[in-house]
């Protein structure tokens, strides 16, 4: 569920924190938005990993919508919530803020929930040890 945005990011450490850099952005300057997707997705996979105690991938990704840009310098820091555990499958809210490079003002860029499906080696669902 999206919900408005914020200038207070949650409370715990990020999952992933990393700086945007020149070779990140578009044509026009602006971060690519399928770059932050891919540390959002980063993120949410070792949250899945990690509570799979093994392979994980992704097998969705629902509802990204995006409340702010990006720019060249600005540190990224991405938050990954479990929210829901099946059989196989998890589910994973992530949250990207941006900090100024320079400054303390942060706000969220954008959310989205990950779905993450634990696979042995055969790469077949595989249940989730409790």
């Not at 578009?26 to 980063?42: K, V």
């Amino acid at each position: 569920m999206i919900v408005e945005n914020s200038t207070v990011p949650p409370s715990d450490q990020p999952a992933l924190r990393v700086t945007a850099m020149p070779a990140d952005t578009n044509p026009y300057g602006d971060i690519f938005g399928g770059w932050i997707m891919s540390q959002m997705d980063m993120a949410a996979g070792l949250v899945a990993a990690r509570h799979a105690k093994g392979r994980a991938v992704t097998i969705a990704v629902d509802a990204m919508q995006f409340h702010a840009p990006v720019a060249v310098g600005d540190e990224l820091s991405v938050y990954a919530d479990l929210i829901k555990v099946g059989r196989t499958s998890m589910t994973i809210k992530v949250e990207t803020w941006r900090r100024d490079r320079f400054g303390e003002a942060t706000c969220r860029v954008t959310e989205a929930q990950f779905v993450f499906v634990a696979i042995d080696e055969d790469r077949k669902p595989r249940a989730i040890e409790a």
